[in-house]
């Protein structure tokens, strides 16, 4: 089956870099997708890594290890429109389902 | 179209009354996606259609839920005599084939029952 885990909410400065971190466990990998939900709307595609490693895109970077589970969502430049949910998602083995994480809270205070 | 789309935005329904909510994906999209968020929750998987293939019903949590993906475009997600716990926004995502393909999501429909 399919563990994700992520920390709940956090809360940073404007301008200020922040680190979402994702663990997951999974009986086979197929790569990990971070999607991002501001309030009342729906996700919108941030990345997919399926290789280890550090992916960057623009203000957003994207971390895999897949021998350790692990996952990060890195924010630059933190800006006031990027409050929202971030939210790690992988693969089911198997089968088409994506199983999602409970997201982490970014509150970005001026 | 554009992205995906949903119908109705918001539904507030009684206890047990049926409820059709519906999604229109992304053209040319042959696999849709229906999950379910709870408040404070994370997306719960619901169920999945691609292609012609017999859907992943796996998700569903009840028998009073239901869908079906006519013509390989729109899709209608049924629920049954509705309860409280029911209470949910239902978003619908499609993507262009399989699981690692990125999946789109519609704005969703805030089902209320009461």
């Known amino acids: 089956g399919q563990n994700i885990d992520q920390p709940t909410e956090m809360t940073a400065t404007e301008g200020a870099i922040v680190q979402i971190n994702c663990t997951y466990q999974t009986s086979g990998f197929n790569g990990l997708f971070w999607y991002q939900q501001h309030a009342g709307e729906a996700p919108t595609f941030l990345s997919y890594n399926v290789l280890d490693g550090l992916e960057e895109k623009g203000r957003f970077s994207s971390f895999l290890s897949r021998s350790k589970g692990y996952s990060y969502l890195l924010l630059k430049e933190l800006q006031m429109k990027d409050s929202a949910s971030y939210l790690c998602?992988?693969?089911?083995?198997?089968?088409?389902?994506?199983?999602f994480g409970k997201g982490n809270q970014v509150v970005v205070i001026p | 179209g554009a992205g995906v789309s949903q119908s109705p935005s918001n539904k507030v329904t009684e206890k047990g009354k049926d409820v059709e909510l519906r999604c229109d994906p992304i053209?040319?999209?042959?696999?849709l996606y229906w999950y379910r968020q709870s408040l404070g929750q994370g997306l719960e998987f619901l169920i999945y259609?691609?292609?012609?293939?017999?859907?992943?019903k796996s998700g569903l949590p009840s028998d009073r839920f239901s869908a079906e993906r006519t013509g390989g475009s729109v899709s209608t997600l049924t629920i049954q005599r509705t309860q409280q716990e029911d209470s949910a926004v239902y978003l619908c995502a499609s993507s262009l084939f399989s699981r690692q393909d990125t999946q789109y999501f519609g704005p969703g429909t805030r089902l209320t029952v009461l």
């Open positions: 998602a992988v693969p089911f083995y198997g089968n088409n389902r994506l199983a």
């Open positions: 053209s040319g999209h042959t696999a």
């Open positions: 259609f691609q292609g012609n293939s017999a859907p992943d």
